[in-house]
């Protein structure tokens, strides 16, 4: 698809490091953007559709010519051929090109992912389970999931006497929760501090409309609209005692972000963006320059697909995206480099961390149907590698909803104490060198 090969040939063009002050004034090519959906990584936001969101792309299905899938593809500096192009944004071109292999207009992915795994600068899928060792970090946050997979802890213990008061006949699906000793494991004193556990009826609503979808043949978007979304806003919403850093909007097909401008230890948010925003390419502070992520970095990423659409179609678009993000990170480890270099910083400030370190991995999330699995993405040598997959739930049941809810606040955590602290402090010292400047 001409989508795919966009992405494949912008890849090829990336620069492996920044070269010089001088380099920084070059344009960048906006990275593979699908239509997709964002989502605040505020502590806890409401979430933005896609579809219903004004100025957030449209999508297709396959089904329905009205909703085709598209995956958000780089831009060019020549006038683009269609309005769905929304920057001229490019990186500096290189001579290298990918051929993908066409059929009525159609690429093949498995060809995309073959000549992407033979490149330096490319994509490699590898199961998880090879992983070996794996980055401490990483290690413990899929112990953590592992636990959620077995459904222990999932539920608040507070919770525990009301959901055993349940009416057995009306609330048949929820019989795992209420079994006496035998669903103790279900419950744990620590879960609130994860986020808000929804009620049995919004869960019940969610596993009733994705059966829906699943039995009537839906196309994706209503997936979207109807099942995912609601997951999402289930997940991150708001409670009294959180700040708002981490919110969701509709990219990818969904994305996760933070909002600098919420955290309430980073009061000098508003004006370090305003100086990024004049020595960034794009003057944005992610991969896209869609405008309303313009300014609120992306930390999750979410595909989602139809029961039993092809997984390398999905693995092709959530990774060629995340290689993206990898390759706007390093252009942001970069530029600090090359700003210290070029004022010669006398008075560096003391950092709690390697901020020129990437960080160990990338989360992603694929949905396919009921199925939210987990992939991790990380660097090589400057090829992405693509681990694939933990099931972290499923929409068929309402123990599942209940897993998916724990992983994605998990995730939400794994934003805010380690994700977000490495990029906060790197965009600081960002903004303190170009004023020093």
């Known amino acids: 698809m001409e989508e795919v090969d966009s992405i494949l040939s912008w890849l090829a063009a990336l620069p492996s490091e920044t070269k010089s002050p001088a380099a920084l004034e070059e344009p960048i090519r906006k990275p593979p953007s699908k239509r997709r959906r964002v989502e605040p990584l505020t502590p806890e936001a409401s979430i933005m559709s896609h579809n219903s969101q004004p100025g957030s792309p449209s999508k297709r299905s396959i089904e329905d010519s009205a909703h085709e899938d598209l995956t958000p593809k780089p831009l060019r500096n020549k006038r683009p051929k269609s309005l769905r192009s929304e920057s001229s944004c490019s ?16 690429s093949s992915p498995l060809r995309d992912l073959n000549t992407l ?64 000793p035998r669903s103790n494991k279900h419950y744990s004193p620590d879960r609130d501090a994860l986020g808000c556990t929804p009620m049995p009826d919004a869960v019940r609503q969610i596993v009733s409309q994705a059966a829906e979808c699943s039995e009537n043949n839906h196309p994706e978007v209503n997936w979207n609209i109807s099942v995912h979304s609601r997951v999402l806003d289930m997940a991150f919403e708001p409670s009294g005692s959180r700040p708002g850093l981490i919110g969701s909007m509709g990219r990818v097909d969904f994305c996760i972000y933070i909002d600098p401008k919420k955290d309430p230890s980073y009061g000098e948010a508003e004006s370090d963006l305003d100086v990024l925003s004049k020595i960034l390419l794009c003057g944005v502070i992610n991969h896209t320059d869609f405008f309303p992520l313009r300014n609120r970095p992306i930390a999750l990423s979410i595909e989602t697909k139809k029961p039993g659409d092809a997984w390398d179609k999905a693995k092709l678009q959530l990774g060629t995206w995340d290689a993206a993000r990898w390759a706007f990170l390093r252009h942001l480890v970069e530029t600090y480099k090359a700003q210290k270099a070029r004022i010669r910083d006398q008075n560096p400030c003391p950092m709690p961390m390697d901020i020129t370190k990437l960080p160990d991995f990338l989360p992603g999330i694929i949905i396919q149907g009921h199925d939210w699995n987990l992939v991790i993405t990380t660097q090589q040598a400057g090829r992405t590698m693509l681990w694939q997959r933990v099931l972290m739930g499923s929409t068929q049941s309402t123990k599942g909803v209940y897993q998916i809810i724990c992983c994605l606040q998990l995730l939400r955590q794994w934003a805010e104490d380690s994700f977000w602290p490495w990029l906060r402090n790197l965009l600081v010292e960002l903004s303190r060198l170009s004023r020093s400047g």
């Open 117 to 180: 795994e033979h490149d330096e600068n490319g994509l490699k899928p590898r199961d998880l389970s090879t992983f070996h060792p794996q980055p401490p970090s990483l290690e413990a946050l899929l112990e953590r999931i592992d636990v959620f997979a077995y459904a222990e802890g999932i539920l608040p213990l507070a919770s525990q006497a009301m959901l055993e008061m349940l009416d057995a006949e009306e609330y048949w699906d929820m019989k795992w929760a209420r079994l006496g």
């Open 91 to 106: 990186l500096p071109a290189s001579q290298s090109q990918y051929h993908t292999s066409t059929k009525s207009g159609q």
